[in-house]
Nanobody, 123 residues
Framework: QVQLVESGGGSVQAGGSLRLSCVAS????????MGWFRQVPGKERGGVAF???????LYADSVKGRFTITQDNAERILYLQMNSLKPEDSAMYFC?????????????????WGQGTQVTVSV
């Protein structure tokens, strides 16, 4: 079992930055993917950014060039640096992990989820 705990959410004005963190209790053996999803009430959870066990990254088109996902393997921490934030980035952000040979953006294969951290971007 892998526990994931997010932090770093908050309120910021449009154009500002936030950095989300996700601490994993352990990493799964073998190939894996870790990433960030976001969800607003009434809508499906959508993929934002992902990184796999060999460092390949995948981003949603809406965040390319603004968000950067990184991981500190020694500390088992996943980061999401969010710059140039827009009001439409407001959502609950969830960290997730899965045993996958490569990352995909759909939420279904992800086995482990954090509780979420709220990001609110005001105009």
């Amino acid at each position: 079992q892998v526990q994931l705990v997010e932090s770093g959410g908050g309120s910021v004005q449009a154009g500002g930055s936030l950095r989300l963190s996700c601490v994993a209790s352990r990493y799964t053996d073998g190939a894996y993917c870790m990433g960030w999803f976001r969800q607003v009430p009434g809508k499906e959870r959508g993929g934002v950014a992902f990184i796999d066990s060999i460092g390949r990254t995948l981003y949603a088109d809406s965040v390319k060039g603004r968000f950067t996902i990184t991981q500190d393997n020694a500390e088992r921490i996943l980061y999401l640096q969010m710059n140039s934030l827009k009001p439409e980035d407001s959502a609950m952000y969830f960290c997730a992990a899965a045993r996958l040979p490569y990352c995909i953006t759909a939420p279904k294969p992800y086995d482990y989820w954090g509780q979420g951290t709220q990001v609110t971007v005001s105009v």
